[in-house]
């Protein structure tokens, strides 16, 4: 199984609406550039937290819900940083397991996310970017997100792309580990 990553939607969005996507594009681009990694990283964290406050209505997304937690997330290198400050020692371990695998599927405690604790998510402040605009809507389908209605946020998933594109993308378990070896 594969889930639709930032900018799988984002592409989506700019056949729905390609002057839109295009502009808002150009604008988060233009904004981004010129800025180190890590300020860039923090910028954008930012404005995709005020732009991601509220999850959308039809959300069905609730504390505790944890099908999203069960698949590969794309990270770049500063936001791996900011993350590994809540890595816990016995974290090394599970990133180590990971470390070649390529079959991720819901639900398999291979493919958890290693900030998954007792069935929530342990940094919910500090989640990766892309963890922030995924959001359920049919709970019946909850845990295969490409049956499902996934709704878009366009600033944000804009944002998001823009800053992707100008960043070395990872899986957050590679650059993780990564981070930690260093």
């Known amino acids: 199984m594969r889930v639709c990553d930032v900018t799988d939607r984002f592409r989506h969005l700019a056949k729905l609406n390609p002057v839109m996507a295009q502009n808002c594009f150009a604008l988060d681009l233009n904004w981004l550039r ?5 300020d860039a990283y923090e910028a954008v964290r930012a404005r995709i937290a005020q732009l991601t406050s509220n999850a959308p209505p039809e959300a069905v997304c609730k504390s505790g819900c944890n099908a999203c ?8 290198i500063e936001e791996a940083k900011h993350l590994a400050r809540h890595l816990k020692p ?10 070649n695998f390529s079959d991720w599927e819901p639900f398999d405690e291979r493919s958890r996310c290693v900030f998954l604790r007792d069935g ?8 990766p970017l892309s963890c922030r605009l995924v959001y359920g809507t049919e709970p019946d389908k909850c845990g295969y997100p490409l049956e499902q209605k996934i709704p878009v946020k366009p600033r944000a998933e804009s944002l998001l792309s ?10 957050m ?10």
């Not at 016995?90 to 470390?99: N, R, S, T, V």
């Not at 929530?120 to 989640?127: A, G, H, L």
């Open 173 to 182: 378990h590679q650059a993780l580990l990564e981070i930690i070896q260093e």
């Open 34 to 38: 010129g800025m180190n990694p890590k």
């Open 69 to 76: 937690c069960y698949q590969a997330v794309t990270v770049t």
């Open 90 to 99: 016995g974290d090394i371990e599970q990133l180590q397991a990971q470390k």
């Open 162 to 171: 823009a800053y992707w594109s100008l960043s070395y993308l990872k899986p």
């Open 120 to 127: 929530k998510c342990s940094i919910y402040k500090d989640r």
